[in-house]
């Protein structure tokens, strides 16, 4: 994980939630933790940090627990017993947030949590949806090959104009979650937030974010299994999103 400084001129918001789902990520949260006990007060002046632990094998929710308690940083962690999915993991960690204002974002390292400075002020200025969209993409190919094909579904089946649907680091106003069913369980969730705020008139910007290559952990990829749950719901939901 690339570790950046603090955007210094970011106005803090009041409290803030931030979901971060994981699976096996025990290696990344060793480095992403205490940073983001170092860089979260500056962006909130309450935090939590929900983490959904997905089925870890590798103790990742245990590490996440002791971490927390060295770096005096507020924690809760959901456990699946078994790997539920990447859609499922974010939508349990997004209907525990607690705080005004959620945010989430993958336990990877791939995003750094200093970056959520940079959606804060879209957010102050009246933004409901504040989302990053990757200036570099530093994914594996046939991920990037995936994601491009699926934005351009999104495009042609719901009209989501977004240039970025997938991006992993987001940033919201907690009453828009609750107002809302999160129905998707595959990764068309982060178009599913789109579609009904879009739906709802809500205001959505997007701002470009950093985006890291991964250096702990297996490397993610594009898995059959998911991709297919993904195609499924994406044909499912369209007539109610749309």
Known sequence: MAVTALHPDTERLDSLTLVMPAHNESESLRLLLPHAAAVLPGIARRIEVVLVDDGSIDGTGEVAEDLAGVHGLDLRVIRHERKSGYGISVADGLRAARMEYTAFTDADGQFDVADLALLVPALLDGADLVAGWRRERQDAAVRSVVSGVFNLALRLLYGLRVRDVDCALKLMRTDFLRSIEIESHSALINAELFCKARRDRLTIVQVPVPHHPRELGR???????????????????RRRWR
């Open 219 to 237: 490397r993610s990829g594009a898995r059959p299994r998911a991709v297919i749950r993904a195609i499924r719901e994406l044909v499912r939901y």
